[in-house]
């Protein structure tokens, strides 16, 4: 099984910093996605990433994928107490047909 | 309303009774998929399926069976369920491959097996 690494697991800021979301892996992977969860929800898709080097913009939310396809970082700018929930990064590792391998997911806080 | 529906939403049974958790979805979509999620374990593919009739195993296959014999339904099915099997379960339906377009999640189904 491909593993994803996610870092940090948690993550309690103020309104207003910066922060980086870090998914790691030994493997290729052919797609990343970044998903938000809520509590007794299931996640929403926030972005995906094909292309080794590609960065995609959500309003304060910044995506890469690595240039080698092993790693992605989530940075939002500017957080605020709407950012808070569960940050999951998934991926498909190269050749690994429709598998989808999630990471353990980054619980962020924004304290007003 | 495009969405995807879980039933139950809350299950509480015992060891070795057999159970369906059942999940439609009204987007006509190809892909479907089963997750469970457990604390420090995140969210791991149980089984996925590309369209009728074809299914195959995701990451943790084990105790769980599925079918699709209609597009817009995937049910999951546990013939023996026991404690280790206790967890949250979401299905998940997607236009595009897995992996490559949005997924769309159910509201989660919160078993507990005793």
């Known amino acids: 099984t491909q593993l994803l690494e996610q870092s940090p697991q948690f993550l309690s800021i103020q309104e207003g910093e910066n922060l980086t979301v870090y998914c790691n892996s030994s493997?290729?992977?052919?797609?990343l996605q970044w998903y938000r969860q809520e509590p007794g929800e299931g996640p929403v898709l926030l972005v995906t990433?094909?292309?080794?080097?590609e960065v995609k913009k959500l309003k304060r939310l910044t995506f890469q994928f690595g240039d080698a396809r092993k790693d992605s970082s989530l940075h939002i700018t500017a957080a605020q107490p709407g950012d808070t929930g569960l940050y999951l990064c998934?991926?498909?590792?190269?050749?690994?047909?429709?598998?989808?391998?999630f990471g353990k997911g980054t619980k962020l806080t924004v304290n007003p | 309303e495009a969405q995807v529906t879980q039933n139950p939403r809350y299950l509480i049974t015992v060891t070795g009774k057999k159970l369906t958790v059942t999940c439609s979805q009204n987007?006509?979509?190809?892909?479907m998929s089963w997750y469970r999620q457990d604390p420090g374990l995140g969210l791991r593919q149980i089984y996925y399926?590309?369209?009728?009739?074809?299914?195959d195993k995701g990451d943790v296959p084990e105790g769980y069976k599925v079918s699709r014999k209609e597009k817009r339904n995937f049910p999951l099915i546990l013939e023996s369920p026991s404690p280790n099997q206790t967890s949250l379960y979401f299905c998940?339906?997607?236009?595009?491959?897995?992996?490559?377009?949005?997924?769309?999640f159910g509201p989660g189904t919160r078993l507990t097996v005793l």
């Open positions: 998940a339906s997607s236009l595009l491959p897995i992996g490559y377009g949005e997924q769309f």
């Open positions: 493997s290729v992977f052919s797609s």
């Open positions: 990433v094909v292309t080794g080097g």
């Open positions: 998934a991926g498909v590792a190269q050749g690994g047909s429709e598998k989808l391998v």
């Open positions: 987007m006509n979509h190809e892909y």
């Open positions: 399926s590309m369209n009728v009739e074809v299914t």
